[in-house]
C-alpha cells in the first residue's frame, strides 16, 4: 500500500519560513513527479508546486519567489521550503506523487500564517 506522509506544517508569523517534508512508502518506483498542493477553507484545492523526476519545476504564480520544491536524495521525497510566508498561505498542505497516470496523496499537513 503507497503511502504519502507529510510533515513540518505549524503556526508561523508572517514573514516567518516553514519547510515541508513527504516521504512516501510502499512503492518500488519512483513517482514520474511530485508536488505540493493546498487547500483553504472554502476554496477548492490548488497546485502550489511540481517537479519532475528529472528536476523541472513549476510554481504557481502567487508562491513564486518565495517558495522552493525539491526531491531528496531518497528516492520518493519532496520538500517545499517556503519563505516570505503571508496570512493567504493558510491552507492545508497536501503531498502529492504521480505514477503511471495514478495520484496519490498524504492526509495533509496545516500551515498557519498569522498577521
Known amino acids: 500500500q503507497v503511502q504519502l506522509v507529510e510533515s513540518g506544517g505549524g503556526l508561523v508569523q508572517a514573514g516567518g519560513s516553514l519547510r515541508l517534508s513527504c516521504v512516501a512508502s510502499?512503492?518500488?518506483?519512483?513517482?514520474?513527479?511530485m508536488a505540493w498542493y493546498r487547500q483553504a477553507p472554502g476554496k477548492q484545492r490548488e497546485l502550489v508546486a511540481s517537479i519532475t523526476r528529472g528536476g523541472s519545476t513549476n510554481y504557481a504564480d502567487s508562491v513564486k519567489g518565495r517558495f522552493t520544491i525539491s526531491r531528496g536524495n531518497a528516492k520518493n521525497t519532496v520538500f517545499l521550503q517556503m519563505n516570505s510566508l503571508e496570512p493567504e498561505d493558510t491552507a492545508v498542505y497536501y503531498c502529492?506523487?504521480?505514477?503511471?497516470?495514478?495520484?496519490?496523496w498524504g492526509q495533509g499537513t496545516q500551515v498557519t500564517v498569522s498577521s
Open positions: 502529492n506523487g504521480e505514477l503511471m497516470r495514478i495520484n496519490y
Open positions: 510502499g512503492i518500488i518506483l519512483s513517482f514520474n513527479a
